[in-house]
């Protein structure tokens, strides 16, 4: 039952605000409230979800489409599946496998990990679009009653009464949104706003690069691999996703703009990766890039 009276939401601006009884604000009471529907937050939602608590997962975006990414699901994650009883269904979709993982450094090759070793069901890791990941776990967990997932809903504050959070406010298409939760779970990302509010500190890993996504068309007599590469102080990973080849060029900390506006990186010419042979100027017709940048 939803208290009446006042309460105190702290919004991303970081004023506070009295927001009264009545009026066009939506309001709902759960027992946990999710900001985020990534991997993390709709994950969570459908644990939970399957274990009967009242969840609703808040997703800003209208769907699941994703910026360009390494889409890796892990052994570990796989077996989860199976724990779940949804394992055969989800490798049904379409997905690549990798075995091991090759590297070269220098003139150099051989296997720097090799996944027939894991003594899990699937010793392998999946690839697949992490927007299929998601849509499968979404359909998943809406087979449970206690299961919500809003999207198009963007977490802007937090609720608190006598010092404790009590809830988050939202912005949706609707108009604003007031969730209220005994539970609230920040899985909105590296910018978390959450996070922010609630006052939990970071632990910086302060990692000095970040990555180039881009991906290029596959060619007949490519190689069947997933392998990176290390020579000159340079680092390349090349993933086999089938009809493509899916690029991670590592570069160093604050440069992604001066290496986006590179000729050989411009969406208008000839891809190339620099010291990867297969990478070379070919068909960029239907490709995307995208950076992800570290702390």
């Keep these: 039952m939803l208290r009446r009276g006042k309460s105190r939401a702290l919004h991303s601006d970081g004023r506070r605000a009295t927001i009264l009884g009545g009026g066009r604000m939506q309001k709902i009471a759960v027992r946990c409230c999710i900001a985020g529907g990534g991997p993390a937050g709709v994950m969570a939602g459908l644990l939970l979800a399957r274990a009967g608590v009242d969840v609703v997962v808040l997703e800003k975006h209208a769907d699941f489409f994703r910026d360009f990414r390494g889409d890796t699901i892990h052994p570990s994650t796989l077996e989860l599946m199976h724990e779940l009883g949804c394992l055969d269904e989800f490798l049904a979709l379409p997905h690549q496998e990798a075995r091991q993982l090759a590297f070269q450094i220098g003139e150099t090759r051989g296997v720097i990990a090799d996944f027939t070793r894991v003594k899990l069901r699937c010793p392998f890791i999946a690839l697949m679009p992490q927007w299929d990941f998601l849509d499968f776990l979404a359909h998943r967990a ?37 969730i209220r939760a005994d539970l609230v779970i920040a899985a909105d990302g590296r910018h978390s706003l959450v996070r922010e509010q609630a006052g939990l500190a970071v632990d910086e890993l302060g990692a000095p690069m970040d990555v180039l996504w881009f991906s290029l068309k596959r060619q007949p007599g490519d190689p069947n691999e997933t392998m990176g590469r290390l020579d000159s102080g340079r680092m390349v990973v090349a993933i086999d996703r089938g009809d493509d080849w899916q690029f991670g060029y590592v570069i160093p900390k ?38 992800s940048r570290s702390r």
């Design 142 to 178: 809406a087979r449970y009653p206690t299961f919500s997932l809003k999207m198009s809903a963007e977490a802007n504050g937090l609720l608190e009464e006598g010092g404790k959070v009590v809830g988050v406010t939202a912005a949706t298409p609707r108009g604003p949104l007031e």
């Design 254 to 291: 604050g440069t992604s703009d001066a290496h986006a506006a590179s000729p050989r990186f411009s969406a208008r010419s000839p891809k190339r990766c620099p010291m990867w042979p297969i990478a070379s100027p070919r068909s960029t017709i239907g490709t995307r890039s995208s950076c």
